[in-house]
């Protein structure tokens, strides 16, 4: 999962980290080519062009080149203040100007990344002057890439640029890039659950859905688990003796057969994978999880829903840390003028899903990292949530014109709501799953001072006991009903 930080992203002020102003040294930079359509504003006010009506961001009609600087650099914890600065130096040599004051804010509390927020703290300007040329300087955690496409992260970024949806990228560098500072306010599990924030968040995550294309590709697979080739594809055995797939990418990417990769299902056959299998109990676990898979897949990838082949450009983490409550001056395109508005940070995950996935997801996260289940949403939440999503969602989605040249849509959206609701319910179960599988892994790998392996088993207990209503199982050994599925089962 991604950062979360333990304040307010616009408090700049608070908890900061002195970088003294010198040892600028120089730093070779080189660029990335992104062929991009472009005519979207950032959120920040990175404008290359103007908004087109309710919230879906225009694109220029020409397409255009956008070199992303590269600089070879890493990031460093150990020397954090120095490696930062270099970085932000190299990607702003301006701010080594004698009247500069560079300012480093740390966000904590999460459980990947390390994120910071860097400030020129120059004499005679406002906080708001000060915060619109901050610089979010992202570095990935320690060995994410055997879980993290990164090169599929920065195409997510780039995409979400075109659609307004997203902070300008600045640069990439080694373990990390920078990017545009959005003002605003980060969520914690108790505001995430108020009303007007998340329907707010439904409305947002509405326009994702319906708004931006899915990308076709190959699930990324790590040089460290192509080390483990054939040991892995020995797990894909048939009936006789011969594996089912000579590479890695064959056997992840036939996870889901009929679906375009990658995709959320191949996204967690990665990572089964990945998983370690040193020990009888490790190889065992593994196993149990594998043909867990494979019956989610037959259960539920053939079930339709919306999009393209019932697939979403998904976020797949919205929890509280990456939702940003936006102030009302943002020049940003709103889809409702009146009501609240967000936007959404880190797309490390975002990959093809089901819709009904990325809801259930973000509804598994109004417990936050505690995972209490005694605030998840309740019903009536539940619908007020999938109403707001499916009223936006369709509106933005493109109309048809009949005979007589009137615009007309042909979807029932009550009855639209109530198939999105029986979907998020026959989901609630899987994020559980998914995340259980990350934090066994996280745990062999992070050096983040988090409990995963704790983590990993209250996450595979969540999808284990929505198997166990599923089946029936629970109720007929008499056992009593779990605390989260008696919450999801609660009215209001």
């Known amino acids: 999962m991604i ?26 930079i080189a660029t990335t080519k992104t062929t991009a359509t472009y005519g979207s504003h ?22 255009s080149q956008r070199f992303i600087p590269f600089i070879d650099q890493s990031y460093t914890n150990n020397d954090s203040d120095a490696s930062a600065r270099s970085l932000i130096l190299a990607l702003r040599p301006d701010w080594a100007s004698s009247d500069s004051h560079i300012d ?8 990947t990344n390390t994120l910071l927020k860097a400030v020129n703290r120059r004499a005679g300007l406002s906080k708001d002057e000060i915060d619109r040329e901050a610089i979010l300087l992202r570095a990935y955690g320690h060995g994410t890439d055997l879980i993290i496409d990164r090169a599929r992260e920065t195409q997510n970024h780039e995409l979400l640029m075109q659609h307004g949806l997203a902070p300008e990228l600045l640069a990439r560098f080694n373990n990390g890039m920078m990017y545009r500072f959005i003002r605003g306010g980060v969520t914690d599990p108790e505001r995430l659950r108020k009303r007007e924030i998340y329907l707010a968040v439904a409305r947002r995550l509405a326009q994702w859905h319906a708004t931006v294309p899915c990308l076709p590709g190959k699930t990324h697979v790590s040089e460290k688990m192509e080390d483990h080739a054939a040991e ?17 990418q064959q056997a992840i990417d036939a996870a889901c057969p009929g679906k375009q990769s990658p995709n959320i299902w191949t996204v967690m056959q990665k990572w089964i994978f990945a998983l370690p299998t040193d020990t009888p109990a490790q190889r065992e676990r593994q196993a149990l999880l594998q043909g867990e898979l494979k019956k989610l897949v037959a259960e539920l990838a053939p079930r339709p829903g919306l999009g393209k082949d019932s697939l979403v450009f998904a976020h797949c983490d919205l929890l509280c840390g990456n939702v940003i409550v936006l102030p009302e001056s943002d020049d940003i395109s709103r889809l409702d003028e009146a009501a609240e508005c967000v936007t959404f940070i880190d797309y490390e995950y975002a ?65 639209e709501i109530q198939k999105l609701e029986v979907e998020v319910d026959v989901y609630r179960g899987v994020p559980g799953f998914y995340w259980g599988i990350w934090a066994l892994i996280q745990a062999t790998i992070s050096q983040i001072d988090f409990d995963y392996a704790s983590y990993a088993e209250v996450r595979l207990g969540e999808y284990w006991d929505w198997r166990a209503e599923l089946d029936g199982s629970r109720q007929a050994q008499g056992k009593k009903m779990p605390v989260r599925e008696q919450r999801w089962s609660q009215q209001s």
């Open 232 to 248: 892995i594809l020995a797990q894909t055995t048939s009936g006789s003796d011969e594996t089912l797939f000579k590479t890695l």
């Open 42 to 63: 950032g959120l920040n006010g990175s404008t290359t062009g103007k908004s087109n009506g309710a919230g879906s961001a225009a694109i220029a009609s020409q397409p």
């Open 3 to 28: 950062q979360q930080p333990h304040h307010h992203l616009s408090n700049g002020h608070n908890g900061h980290e002195h970088v003294d102003d010198h040892n600028h040294q120089t730093i070779s």
């Open 104 to 111: 480093f804010v740390r966000f904590t509390d999460g459980i």
């Open 351 to 415: 990959v093809p899903s089901p819709a009904a996935f990325d809801i259930a997801n973000h509804f598994a996260e109004w417990g936050g990292f505690d995972c209490d289940f005694t605030v998840l949403p309740t019903k009536s939440q539940r619908h007020d949530f999938i109403a707001e999503y499916t009223r936006t969602y369709f509106s933005l989605l493109p109309t048809t014109t009949c005979l007589e040249g009137s615009l007309e849509t042909a979807h029932d959206i009550d009855a």
